[in-house]
């Protein structure tokens, strides 16, 4: 995190979105802050709290894409929620500590991960020495527990003879080769592997009875009967779970949690009451107050240890259509001191988020189509007349931002999406130009007058 500089934090986050710098820079400030105050002494580190962001701006301009790509350039732990799924105490409903239990839950997966791909090379000399031992040794039946109770258990290996011993050694020699070079993939195996143990769903959250039982019930295994390459991938999983420390995973991730998570709070505006004194604003202004602790600095208890929430970065957001800011209650306002607004989206916008930025609808939909042997090319023009019916369509219908380009290219690519594909299929090259787009989307028809008859 060292080298990333808001400057380039910028940098990188115009290469997925186009425009609302002011945005960017906000955010770009917000993370190299952290790094800053993780500089600090202790002490003064402590008294230092994350300037947390509101942004205002209409659907489909870039709020989430901006926090979700800001999460992934310093892998942080990321949620996204929106506020309006919450409600009051005491109201049926999610309470707002569940965000907090469901970030960490995301970074528990994430440092696994992480744990996981470093010891990946030593799972799999392990993962293949068990693989070579079940091609070598079928498995036999899973022995019944109560046999041993009964002193049935006839289960036992016989005593091998060293030249026994030697036939098996240069079996596995030879299954080595083999499964190296890739010759024994389509094979069939039998593989043990651990029964999941039965999920309740409490409060919106799946818990494990097993997990409830603090491990006292016995692991149940069952028998699969799978091909030898996803036998691999099952043993290494259970390889890397055997050397991953979990104890030191959980302590990790409850960390980052704490000192780098960020959480993404949408449609903050439908949650902000219009100053009624009773009737639905009051529950509304209920949600606020309970999201206040949260986002104040607060400790919640998860299944991972207590988390404390004084540290996190949250960035809220709302269209702010109806409501405006000063409908949040004070407090919460007083929470969010750096406040941006973001655009809606120009024509020139639509062009270039369709050919400057990394994931481009116009890449997306070539390389789906490829997959058809229809090899797709855009016209300078077509994309112009893109732009335009997109923009149009946003200004006679709802404004969707950037979304409603998808729908624009469902419908221009509509019969060339359907006739691909089969097996006798050639190759085929279509270039998009600006007359097939109009020819195809004609935006003056697609104005839709129901909206306007009462």
Do not use: C, W
């Not at 309006?84 to 994430?110: C, H, P, Q, W």
């Not at 109560?146 to 016989?158: M, R, T, V």
């Not at 011993?165 to 020699?173: G, H, I, N, V």
């Amino acid at each position: 995190m060292n080298e990333l500089t808001p400057h380039e934090v910028v940098k990188q986050l115009d290469r997925y979105i186009i425009g609302q710098d002011e945005a960017k820079r906000a955010v770009a400030i917000a993370l190299r802050n952290r790094y800053r105050r993780a500089q600090l002494s202790e002490e003064l580190r402590e008294e230092i709290t994350p300037k947390n962001i509101l942004m205002i701006g209409p659907t489909g301009v870039g709020k989430t894409e901006i926090a979700r790509r800001l999460a992934k350039l310093v892998e942080a732990p990321f949620i996204k929620v929106e506020a309006t799924k919450f409600t009051e105490v005491g109201y049926v409903g999610r309470d707002v500590e569940s965000i907090i239990r469901d970030l960490t839950e995301n970074a528990v997966r994430m440092v696994h991960d992480e744990y996981a791909a470093r010891v990946r090379t030593r799972a799999q000399v392990l993962a293949e020495d068990r693989l070579l031992n079940m091609l070598a040794h079928p498995q036999k039946k899973a022995a019944n527990p109560f046999d041993f109770l009964l002193g049935k258990s006839s289960n036992q290996e016989p005593q091998q003879t060293d030249e026994e011993k030697q036939q098996l050694a240069r079996r596995k020699d030879d299954l080595r080769e083999q499964l190296r070079r890739g010759e024994l993939e389509n094979n069939e195996i039998e593989i043990e592997v651990e029964e999941q143990a039965p999920q309740l769903e409490v409060g919106g959250q799946s818990i494990s009875i097993g997990d409830m039982m603090g491990g006292m019930m016995p692991r149940k295994t069952k028998l699969r009967r799978v091909k030898v390459r996803e036998a691999r991938d099952i043993l290494i999983a259970e390889e890397s779970d055997k050397l991953i420390d979990e104890d030191a995973v959980r302590e990790e991730a409850v960390r980052r949690t704490e000192q780098t998570g960020i959480v993404f709070l949408d449609e903050i505006d439908k949650v902000a009451g219009h100053g009624g004194g009773s009737g639905p604003d009051v529950s509304r202004e209920g949600v606020q107050r309970d999201i206040l602790p949260i986002v104040e600095g607060s400790t919640v208890n998860t299944k991972y240890g207590p988390v404390r929430t004084d540290f996190m970065l949250f960035i809220a957001a709302g269209a702010f259509h109806v409501s405006k800011v000063t409908d949040l209650i004070p407090e919460l306002q007083g929470r969010f001191p750096v406040h941006v607004r973001l655009k809606s989206l120009t024509e020139d916008d639509f062009v270039n988020i369709l050919t400057k930025t990394d994931n481009a609808l116009t890449r997306q939909y070539a390389a789906l189509l490829e997959v058809d042997k229809v090899h797709l090319t855009f016209e300078e023009g077509a994309l112009r007349e893109i732009a335009r019916i997109t923009l149009r369509e946003n200004e006679t219908h709802e404004d969707l931002g950037a979304r409603r380009l998808h729908a624009v290219f469902e419908e221009l690519l509509e019969d060339v999406s359907f006739n691909a594909g089969g097996g006798d299929m050639p190759d085929v090259y279509l270039s998009i130009s600006e007359q097939y787009v109009k020819d195809h989307l004609r935006a003056e028809k697609t104005l839709d007058t129901k909206k306007y008859i009462l």
